[in-house]
């Protein structure tokens, strides 16, 4: 049924029966299958594709399960798996753009895509063109050329959170033929749907979110229109980049309670950012789900939902001072990622550099992930932490 509720989607598809010969009892979850060769029975079946998969490079059902849920999730023809979330982006990119072609994107582009842009597509021929993180959606299509091919976005942008006008873009490129690719790992499918908003390529680091256990690493990436998904699945299949059963089955563990993580931690978000927000050594907390924020009236018009991933601005301060807060810290883990059931912090002043216009915020810029821990308990982490600051200066 189209109308029931993501949370009740992504169980039922677990539940659902199957009648007829291939009835009978089964787990709620599909077998780990753990193949590289898979044996036919006759000499005829073995390159009958209607069979399903010939080698074990191809997804096997766990991996067939997750694609068939984030296809309903995302509202896609067709979702495939990469290795991780950068690979999601890398791939559709190196499908769709040829030499002579040149990639449009916001200067608070996620680091590592930024360096593929420089480090792997420029040598090839492929430019890239930068608009400033908070342009408004003239200024980022008076930057088109004709020789745009993809508008890379990435909304909220990373470390300061800048929102575009997806819906906005993504129906001025079309016009223009110019195609979209976004970075909806933020969103994670559930608070913000690309697709649905005209955007013509998905993509997701499914190690964040939809793992939710931070054990596994892998991206997807979805199309609603099987034209552009040919040449993704081309350039996938040509370079044989898959993911293991193993892990296909921990994501689409991890996504059958997205919703409901995702909700609270989101909750927890809101009540250690107002807390932040009204301390003295905070100057801005960075975080389109907040009233106030300038990102805010594009958030509440288009998404259902915030992730707990936020930048906090503090007043002046020195690198000491933040790494004796984050040192002081106990419940938040000093690490490189987002969307786990456990809460961390990182010091991003210095990425902030690597921009073509860098801000200029008022203070350290610090990153925080809020997890499943109670909230009171992580503002008492933080108290301390704010203690160890004050001392520092």
């Known amino acids: 049924m189209t109308d029931r509720s993501d949370r009740t989607r992504l169980i039922a598809g677990a539940t659902r029966r199957t009648p007829g010969p ?45 694609r068939a849920a984030l296809a309903q999730l995302e509202g896609a023809s ?25 990639v449009l994107t916001t200067d608070a582009l996620y680091s590592p895509s930024r360096r593929f842009l420089h480090r792997h597509l420029k040598p090839r021929g ?17 930057t088109l050329t004709d020789r745009t091919r993809v508008l890379l976005i990435e909304s909220p942008g990373s470390l300061t959170f800048d929102m575009a006008d997806v819906p906005a873009l993504a129906a001025a490129c079309r016009a223009r033929g110019v195609l979209t690719v976004m970075d909806n790992t933020w969103g994670a499918g559930l608070a913000f749907k ?20 931070s054990d596994l690493l892998m991206g ?31 994501a689409l563990r991890g996504l059958r309670t997205l919703p409901l993580r995702y909700a609270e931690q989101a909750r927890s978000a809101g009540v250690v950012a107002d807390w932040l927000l009204a301390r003295p050594e905070v100057a801005e907390v960075l975080w389109p789900a907040l009233p106030g924020s ?6 509440k018009r288009d998404y259902t939902g915030a992730a707990s991933l936020f930048g906090v601005v503090m007043q002046g301060g020195t690198e000491a001072a933040a790494h004796a807060l984050m040192a002081a810290l ?20 210095g990425q902030l550099s690597m921009r073509a ?20 308990d992580l503002i008492a982490d933080l108290e301390a932490g704010l203690a160890a600051w004050r001392a520092a200066l």
Do not use: C
């Not at 060769?37 to 766990?62: F, V």
């Not at 067709?78 to 040149?102: H, I, M, Y």
């Not at 697709?195 to 939710?212: E, I, P």
């Open 220 to 250: 997807s990436i979805a199309v609603a229109d099987d034209a552009v998904g040919k040449p993704i699945f081309e350039t996938l299949e040509d370079n044989g980049w898959r993911v293991t059963s193993d892990d296909a089955w921990l």
């Open 330 to 349: 106990n419940l938040f883990g000093l690490g490189y990622s987002w969307g786990g059931f456990e809460s961390l912090i990182t010091h991003e002043t």
């Open 78 to 102: 067709d979702v495939w798996l990469v290795p991780s979330g950068l690979a999601a982006v890398t791939v559709p990119l190196t499908a769709l753009l040829r030499p002579g072609d040149q």
């Open 294 to 299: 300038p990102a805010h009236a594009l958030w």
């Open 22 to 66: 291939a009835s009978g009892r089964r787990p709620v979850s599909p077998p780990i299958e753990r193949a590289s060769t898979l044996l036919n029975d006759s000499p005829a079946a073995m390159r009958d594709g209607s069979l399903g998969p010939t080698y074990g490079i191809e997804d096997l059902t766990a991996g067939r399960e997750l």
């Open 194 to 213: 690309p697709l649905a908003h005209g955007v013509d390529v998905s993509v997701q680091a499914l190690t964040k979110y939809a793992g939710g256990h």
């Open 357 to 376: 216009s860098p801000p200029a915020p008022a203070g350290q810029l610090l990153r925080l992930h809020v997890g499943l821990e109670d909230p009171a």
């Open 126 to 142: 492929i430019d890239t063109a930068f608009h400033a993180a908070d342009a408004s959606t003239d200024r980022i299509l008076s």
